[in-house]
T-cell receptor, first 116, second 111 residues
């Protein structure tokens, strides 16, 4: 059974703290993704990675960075957390599909981050 | 530009009634199409997907969806709603190494 795990389900941090969100997949997938989910806005892509040490900005990368040192692990970093980064963060992974399409994305359970 | 439109951010049905959740998309190439379900405080779970071949696809929990190229639609249906179907549903499209999600439809099932 496929599995994507995220380091925390709930996290509370203070403004200005550096925050690390970890994601691990056990499916040997090349592609990994970080999204944030807010009511009324759906899922918005922050960053994705298509290979170790490779990354691409998504729709809302400002205030975030990522790291992918190993194929199975993709980390999201909030360099200096702010209250507007309070959100649900979802990690996903996928294998490449045919014709340059991403295949099914498998999601972790999410991390609900609150920044005070 | 690619877009995914889910008509109706909230849908209510009676238990036992037909569930119909609508999804339309725009795409310049044949896409992959997906439906996901999200229960409260959980991640998204794949319900079903269409890549190629048969345009009527069956998924988990009795759901199915039909790809209609001429209408650029991929509507999700279930003949008889159960209370356990209450959740958020997302339509998604994959093309040219991009993945696009709709904004979601919240399904309420009335006993």
């Amino acid at each position: 059974d496929v599995k994507v795990t995220q380091s925390s389900r709930y996290l509370v941090k203070r403004t200005g703290e550096k925050v690390f969100l970890e994601c691990v997949q056990d499916m040997d997938h090349e592609n990994m993704f970080w999204y944030r989910q807010d009511p009324g806005l759906g899922l918005r892509l922050i960053y994705f990675s298509y290979d170790v040490k490779m990354k691409e900005k998504g729709d809302i990368p400002e205030g975030y960075s990522v790291s992918r040192e190993k194929k199975e692990r993709f980390s999201l970093i909030l360099e200096s957390a702010s209250t507007n980064q309070t959100s649900m963060y979802l990690c996903a992974s996928s294998s490449p599909g045919a014709a340059d399409h991403f295949d099914t994305q498998y999601f972790g359970p999410g991390t609900r981050l609150t920044v005070l | 530009a690619q877009s995914v439109t889910q008509l109706g951010s909230h849908v209510s049905v009676s238990e036992g009634a037909l569930v119909l959740l609508r999804c339309n998309y725009s795409s310049s190439v044949p896409p992959y199409l997906f439906w996901y379900v999200q229960y409260p405080n959980q991640g998204l779970q794949l319900l079903l997907k269409y890549t190629t071949g048969a345009t009527l696809v069956k998924g988990i929990n009795g759901f199915e969806a039909e790809f209609k190229k001429s209408e650029t639609s991929f509507h999700l249906t279930k003949p008889s709603a159960h209370m356990s179907d209450a959740a958020e549903y997302f339509c998604a499209v994959s093309e040219r190494n991009q993945f696009y999600f709709g904004t979601g439809t919240s399904l309420t099932v009335i006993p």
